[in-house]
């Protein structure tokens, strides 16, 4: 009688789990062969080796899909009828009345959207043609319902116009800086009424020339025998013209003064 040593047949502690790892290593190895496979052939696809090529390369399609538009367009409310349609009660159908009516309605709907869309368009072009026609007072002079001039180098002199209620004999004009400080005071005739015209020639009380800035030309007068002050409109010069907005339409830009638009200019002069 034989004996059978038992450690010659007897598999090894965790014999099983090597031979399964040893089995599935090659299955893994060739697994991320094929992904490394199809990684370079998607780079070689997505790549052809010329600079100039892959840089004018159309995007890839982002996967992310864009949000949603919180508005409803006609789809939308064609889908809400099919739903109320599908949903109605066979024993009250919806009458081919208010079938009709609800698309009536829908189609007016789109239709003032385009509308919304066209009238927008509108306004752009005509807030540009509103512009170059503006250009031409780009060197002009325009009066402006503001009783604040500029003394620079280019003009030394303001002028305005002083409104009047009635006829007064004796106008009182004082210049302040903008400070508010008086720089100068002098009387105008307003014997004529209505439009009195005003001129300042930028000199102090002393006869000296003021220095460069804003200054307001303020008038009073005595109307029925009581002093009121009266509205003083002054001359600017037009620098240059911007495009504005639809509501604003094209805007002035005046020496020293600022930007004004033109549906407030009041009058136009040549100098």
Do not use: C
Request: a negative charge; proline letters at 4%; zero cysteines.
């Amino acid at each position: 009688m034989s004996l059978i040593n038992p450690l010659t047949n007897a598999q090894p502690s965790g014999g099983v789990s090597q031979t399964s790892n040893q089995s599935a290593a090659p299955a893994k190895q060739a697994a991320s062969a094929a992904q490394s496979a199809t990684t370079k052939s998607d780079e070689q696809t997505s790549t052809t080796g010329n600079p100039f090529l892959d840089a004018i390369r159309l995007p890839k399609e982002s996967s992310t899909p864009e949000p949603n538009s919180q508005e409803l367009t006609q789809e939308d409310f064609f889908s809400l009828l099919s739903q109320q349609l599908s949903m109605q009660d066979p024993f009250k159908p919806v009458d081919n009345d208010q079938m009709i009516a609800q698309m009536a309605s829908f189609s007016t709907v789109d239709g003032i959207n385009n509308l919304n869309d066209e009238i927008i368009n509108l306004n752009t072009v005509m807030t540009s043609s509103q512009a170059l026609q503006a250009s031409g007072l780009v060197g002009q002079k325009v009066l402006i319902p503001s009783d604040t001039g500029n003394i620079s180098t280019e003009g030394r002199e303001i002028k305005g116009i002083i409104s009047t209620p009635e006829t007064i004999e004796s106008i009182t004009v004082r210049v302040e800086d903008d400070k508010g400080q008086l720089v100068k005071t002098f009387t105008v005739d307003g014997s004529a009424g209505g439009n009195i015209d005003v001129s300042w020639d930028g000199l102090d009380k002393n006869g000296e020339p003021v220095a460069d800035g804003n200054y307001s030309i303020k008038a009073s007068g005595k109307v029925d025998g009581k002093s009121e002050e009266l509205a003083v409109s002054t001359y600017a010069h037009v620098t240059s013209v911007s495009l504005g907005t639809a509501s604003t339409g094209a805007i002035l830009n005046l020496r020293g003064v600022g930007g004004i638009k033109i549906g407030d200019v009041l009058a136009v002069s040549e100098s």
